[in-house]
Nanobody, 123 residues
Framework: QVQLVESGGGLVQAGGSLRLSCTCSARLCSSYAMAWFRQALGKEREFVASINSRGTSTYYADSVNGRFTISRDNAKNMVYLQMTSLEPEDTAVYYC????????????????WGQGTQVTVSS
């Protein structure tokens, strides 16, 4: 069973930065592609960023490209999302996801999900 736990969310002013962390508790965490999604109030869950199992390939949504960076530390079973130049439009619950099927941008590609961490960006 794979358990994902996000942390690092909070309230930040526009232009600020936050780093989200995702702890993966499973024997095969380093074999999974990992991703971050987000869901704003009243909206559908949307793709933010993904990273392959070795950390050698990443993909970003256009809305965050150049501002957010996804990374992983397989020795620690951790995945990170460094967020800079935050905007009020980035306000959402951020979810960590894991799956075997590559760097997909849709929720159906990922098999395991965390409970989410709230990020609120004030203007």
């Amino acid at each position: 069973q794979v358990q994902l736990v996000e942390s690092g969310g909070g309230l930040v002013q526009a232009g600020g930065s936050l780093r989200l962390s995702c702890t993966c508790s499973a024997r095969l965490c380093s074999s999974y592609a990992m991703a971050w999604f987000r869901q704003a109030l009243g909206k559908e869950r949307e793709f933010v960023a993904s990273i392959n199992s070795r950390g050698t390939s990443t993909y970003y949504a256009d809305s965050v490209n150049g501002r957010f960076t996804i990374s992983r530390d397989n020795a620690k079973n951790m995945v990170y999302l460094q967020m800079t130049s935050l905007e009020p439009e980035d306000t959402a619950v951020y979810y960590c996801a894991a799956g075997f099927r590559g760097l997909g941008i849709t929720t159906t590609v990922y098999d395991y999900w965390g409970q989410g961490t709230q990020v609120t960006v004030s203007s």
